[in-house]
């Protein structure tokens, strides 16, 4: 049976059954993809918490029918999607939030590149975080998860619930429109 089958990560042999190695595992990954929905840290933290609080509570329902990996980010994004949602935080949500890009020196931090190098990958990750925060709802959400979290297009259809013809749909759209208002040349 393969690992995507038996709910087990093709890169680990952790299981459902071994919740807290789950957790390890999986908690940054969950909450990079809230922070980069939400670009609120607090929610994000609350979030992620409640994924995997929901994750815990189902584990004896997890069917197996999909990788962990995937079922755990099919309920983050039911999550993030029910947050927005919410109208009582409706004001918050208006209020300026910190930019996902402030700490961006864990990444962008290479000896060999100079300060204007850096200082312009900065301008231009922004630029798409900016372009990326425009985006309708599901074209947002398919974009994060191909590009922030780097999942297959059958893993975004499984995490989102959407057709895999759905899911390539948005991301045209979604890159199109990052594109453009990049002013990048298609």
């Known amino acids: 049976m393969s690992p995507l089958m038996t709910g087990i990560s093709e890169n680990t042999a952790v299981g459902i059954e071994d919740f807290d190695a789950v957790l390890r595992l999986y908690r940054l990954k969950i909450f990079r993809f809230i922070l980069a ?76 590149r100079s300060p204007e190098v850096k200082a312009l990958l900065k301008q231009e990750v922004a630029a798409v975080w900016d372009a990326a925060r425009s985006l309708p709802e599901r074209q947002r959400t398919v974009f994060l998860l191909r590009f922030v979290e780097d999942m297959e297009l059958q893993e975004i259809a499984a995490a989102t619930g959407l057709k895999v013809g759905t899911v390539k749909a948005h991301l045209f759209r979604a890159l199109h429109a990052v594109r453009e208002r990049m002013g990048v040349s298609q």
């Open 37 to 112: 929905s939400l670009r609120d840290t607090d929610a994000a933290e609350t979030l992620t918490q409640d994924c995997f609080f929901k994750a815990y509570q189902a584990r004896e329902r997890f069917r197996r029918e999909c990788s962990l990996d995937t079922w755990l980010m099919q309920i983050a994004v039911n999550l993030v999607r029910d947050y927005g949602r919410n109208r009582r935080l409706q004001f918050w949500k208006r209020r300026i939030a910190p930019h996902p890009t402030d700490n961006m020196q864990d990444w962008l931090s290479d000896p060999q």
